[in-house]
């Protein structure tokens, strides 16, 4: 999802007190994240910062040369380069079905699922709200975080 830039300050202020209330009764914190830009990233860093350890599923093979933007790719890279591990899915390229293929892999890995989300469809299908949609159905615990100031890019 593309995030305006003040939304990411907000969710870099609201996950560090969210990752804490998910993990009090937990022996540690692993995040597992697409490193997509925006929140999957914003999310990757605050697990880092919380001293977590970060698991990254990439949609497909040439994920990071995707990335056209400088500073989106340097991002990219110093997370994979934190991360404990680090799974490309067999797809060649980006498509929907490679998207949904790495959703559906961290949902089956995970013990609760964090969405940024403003409970907003998006145009093209798949995304966060399937990815919302098969973690509930699937009986996974979904906590949805949207700051109120928060606005889409």
Do not use: I
Not at 110 to 133: E, I, M, N, R, S
């Amino acid at each position: 999802m593309d995030l305006a830039e003040a939304t990411e300050k907000l969710l870099r202020d609201a996950l560090p007190t969210l990752l804490r209330e998910l993990t009090a009764d937990a022996d540690g914190l692993t995040g597992l994240s697409c490193l997509a830009p925006g929140a999957d990233s914003v999310f990757a860093e605050a697990v880092l910062d919380a001293g977590g350890t970060l698991a990254v599923v990439l949609p497909f093979h040439d994920y990071r040369n995707s990335l056209t933007d400088p500073a989106v790719r340097d991002r990219f890279d110093r997370l994979v380069a934190a991360a404990s591990e680090v799974t490309a899915l067999p797809y060649p390229e980006a498509s929907l079905g490679a998207f949904e293929a790495a959703n559906s892999a961290l949902l089956k890995r995970a013990d609760a699922l964090v969405a940024v989300w403003d409970g907003q469809p998006p145009a093209k299908g798949g995304g966060t709200a399937a990815t919302v949609a098969e973690a509930r159905a699937s009986g996974l615990p979904v906590q949805v975080l949207w700051p109120a100031e928060a606005r889409r890019g």
